[in-house]
Nanobody, 125 residues
């Protein structure tokens, strides 16, 4: 079964740092892009950062220069290093393996988005 699991969330003071991890299994990990999204209290889910299978990155304007996304294909993990955190970064952070290549059987494969359950990040002022 294909899945991604987020970890590394927690409570931090403004100006602090956290590093989130998104570990994938059950898919051909180096075949897809991976993105981090977040949903703050009373807000819509928004894209935070994306890394392509080739390693190209892009960021939301609100986090550019503070957050860094990276991937370790050998460990099937994508990281989100978050520095200089602000109270407005408080949210549940979700990882998604976009259009992941998933072996359904010995003779069948398909592609679908695989979302994690999320990890809470709380930044106190």
């Amino acid at each position: 079964q294909a899945r991604v699991v987020e970890s590394g969330g927690g409570l931090v003071q403004a100006g602090g740092s956290l590093k989130l991890a998104c570990t994938a299994s059950g898919m051909i990990f180096n075949s897809n892009d991976v993105a981090w999204h977040r949903q703050g209290p009373g807000k819509q889910r928004e894209l935070v950062a994306r890394i392509t299978r080739g390693g190209t990155t892009n960021y939301a304007a609100s986090v550019k220069g503070r957050f860094t996304i990276s991937r370790d294909n050998g460990a099937t993990t994508v990281y989100l290093q978050m520095n200089n955190l602000r109270p407005e970064d408080t949210a549940v952070y979700y990882c998604v393996a976009e259009d992941a290549l998933i072996p359904y059987s010995d003779t069948s494969m398909g592609r679908e988005d695989v979302w994690g359950q999320g990890t809470q990040v709380t930044v106190s002022s």
